[in-house]
């Protein structure tokens, strides 16, 4: 017998979500089933009117619908409206930080609620999720479809205070030892000479060769991967839209094909595993107020979240977490040319427009490669994004858009010939659902820190017993063994600390996992990261364990 779906049974859950908000911030269902395994999917810059336009696009339910559990909140610790950067640091480490902050303790707090911060802790590096399943045990992976590098994906796998600083990221990312990472970003691996954007002469990818992973570049060679150690480079720097990638991008696994290989290979774990997954490129639609990016990844988004609960479902023992991490464009489905006829608005009206574009804005981009011919204008644009009748004004917009910048340019006008409205090309505040599904499974109106108590919760350890492992300040840790510290700086992009105690000396790089101790290299735990506002460098305790073993 099908199941029908019925549009009041979502506005029936949400009420009963926030019912029970109002009553605790968040609660547990009663059964107590042991969790092994954290599956968290995200989309960046999604609210309720971006699922309900992909909904109607689809023609039925979406994957998300059945397991609608309540709402969360997405503030920054300076923001009532946040940044990515700040909203992954808050679900991956549970606290609201400074804008562009990734994985660090704020600077500066203006948001009523937010709790302070000591002086001396400010922009203090704090341990995600991913490290403290790491340090557990698990296996770890993370899948993206912008580069590997953004922000999202960054919360879990690095601390720094600047989002934007690709190549920084990129080397705490291939110091962190997650099993299996599968996006975009090839460029920030590589160093200038070799086609890259690195200045401090690394190849990382020879240094993820040298650590076991096998590197690979289409989905083919993804999908015929039998090991434990993989890492995805499907693009140079973001992946293409998921309508886009079917025609222009063909070797690049989908979003769903990416998460269902990072779990094939991280449930081989018997300890379990911690997997995040983000569909990036709904909010970058969002910026360009263009529809058809918004439907084409929401709906990739989607299928994700159903290959994450098909394993669970199977399993048993996981928890799939699903959310955005803020709104963007103020999305509305109506507009001013509705202000008269909003209540006889027919679905055609939405979706004509809609259904006709094959391609997104960017992919537009991509099929007229710098051709700016009227001709060629009209002819691309009205076999791949539906529009056959531009003014003048739409058609000289096209030709003088900047490179870049297309989806932005075109994404408005099929917005206009739709019914759908936006407030802004920015982030908005407003609260946000949130889906849940397994053993445990939090219910109501929560905070996006919320998220990386659960997680972490459920996985079995304490973020706070996690940090005093991986996070200690060096100059205070070394001190107390009768050491000392000094940083060699000679080489400002490939910093060293510098522990010394009579004749003993040590060496750990700064941004890897590595400590060097009397020629001999060991690898640690965590990675060693400086602070750039204070200097300050944390390691992690064990760096502390091995210089004592080796009679410091």
């Given at each position: 017998m ?9 506005a ?5 979500a926030l ?23 995200m ?5 309720s009117?971006?699922t309900?336009?992909?909904r ?6 979406l ?29 991956a ?9 990734i ?13 302070p911060?000591?002086?001396t802790?400010?922009?203090k590096?704090v ?7 790491k340090?557990a ?5 993370l ?11 960054a ?21 962190q030892?997650?099993?299996?990472v599968?996006?975009g ?8 000479e ?16 040298a ?11 993804m999908n ?16 293409a ?31 379990g595993?911690f997997l ?8 970058w ?8 990016g ?8 989607d299928?994700?979240?159903?290959a994450?609960?098909d394993?669970?479902?199977k ?14 464009g103020?999305?509305s ?6 202000d008269a006829t909003y ?8 979706l ?7 391609l997104?804005?960017?992919g537009?981009?991509r099929?007229l490669?710098?051709n ?11 076999q ?15 030709q003088?858009a ?17 019914i759908?409205?936006w ?8 609260d ?6 397994g ?5 109501g ?15 079995g ?10 996070f200690?300040?060096?100059g205070?840790a ?12 000679t080489?400002?992009?490939n910093?060293?600390l510098?522990v ?15 400590i060097?101790?009397?020629e001999?290299s060991y ?7 400086i602070m ?21």
């Amino acid at each position: 017998m099908t199941k029908r779906f019925y549009p009041w049974q979502a506005a029936s859950w949400l009420m009963v979500a926030l019912f029970v908000a109002a009553i605790l911030p968040f609660s547990v269902s009663a059964a107590q089933a042991p969790v092994q395994n954290v599956i968290i999917v995200m989309t960046d810059g999604t609210s309720s009117t971006h699922t309900t336009i992909a909904r109607w696009y689809k023609g039925a339910p979406l994957s998300l619908d059945e397991i609608l559990v309540g709402g969360v909140r997405t503030y920054g610790a300076e923001s009532i409206i946040t940044d990515s950067a700040p909203a992954a640091t808050a679900f991956a480490t549970g606290y609201k930080t400074s804008d562009k902050f990734i994985g660090i303790l704020p600077d500066k707090i203006t948001t009523p609620g937010v709790a302070p911060i000591e002086e001396t802790l400010k922009t203090k590096p704090v341990p995600s999720v991913l490290e403290g399943a790491k340090l557990a045990g698990k296996a770890t992976g993370l899948v993206a479809t912008s580069n590997i590098q953004h922000a999202s994906p960054a919360g879990y796998s690095a601390h720094w205070p600047d989002r934007n600083n690709y190549n920084e990221i990129a080397k705490q990312q291939v110091y962190q030892d997650i099993d299996v990472v599968l996006s975009g970003g090839k460029k920030y691996l590589l160093p200038k000479e070799q086609g890259g954007e690195r200045v401090d002469g690394e190849n990382l990818i020879a240094a993820l060769n040298a650590k076991g992973y096998e590197i690979v570049e289409t989905r083919d060679a993804m999908n015929k991967f039998t090991g434990k150690k993989l890492w995805g480079l499907f693009a140079p720097d973001a992946m293409a839209y998921d309508i886009d990638r079917q025609q222009l991008a063909p070797t690049e696994p989908s979003l769903v094909e990416m998460t269902k290989k990072a779990i094939e290979i991280l449930s081989k774990n018997k300890n379990g595993f911690f997997l995040f997954v983000e569909a990036s490129k709904v909010d970058w639609a969002s910026h360009a107020n263009d529809p058809k990016g918004v439907v084409s990844d929401v709906l990739a988004y989607d299928a994700a979240i159903q290959a994450a609960l098909d394993f669970a479902k199977k399993d048993g023992h996981t928890l799939v977490l699903a959310f955005a991490d803020h709104g963007n464009g103020g999305m509305s489905i109506g507009s001013k040319a509705t202000d008269a006829t909003y209540s006889k608005t027919r679905i055609e009206s939405l979706l004509q427009p809609l259904k006709k574009a094959v391609l997104t804005g960017e992919g537009i981009e991509r099929v007229l490669h710098g051709n700016r011919e009227e001709s060629t204008i009209h002819q691309v644009m009205s076999q791949y994004y539906g529009i056959d009748d531009l003014t003048a004004d739409e058609t000289k917009a096209i030709q003088n858009a900047k490179i870049g910048s297309m989806n932005s340019v075109v994404g408005p006008m099929l917005s206009r010939r739709s019914i759908i409205g936006w407030t802004t090309t920015g982030h908005s505040g407003e609260d946000l659902f949130f889906y849940a599904y397994g053993p445990n499974h939090p219910v109501g109106l929560i905070e996006n820190t919320d998220i990386a108590r659960i997680s972490a919760k459920a996985l079995g350890f304490d973020l706070k017993e996690v940090d005093n492992k991986l996070f200690v300040e060096a100059g205070q840790a070394f001190k107390a063994i009768g050491a000392s510290v000094s940083l060699d700086d000679t080489d400002q992009e490939n910093k060293v600390l510098i522990v010394k105690k009579g004749f003993k000396k040590a060496e750990i790089p700064i941004s890897k996992n590595i400590i060097k101790i009397s020629e001999k290299s060991y690898e640690m735990n965590g990675i060693a990261v400086i602070m750039p506002r204070t200097g300050k460098v944390y390691i992690p305790q064990q760096a502390v364990e091995l210089a004592k073993a080796a009679g410091f």
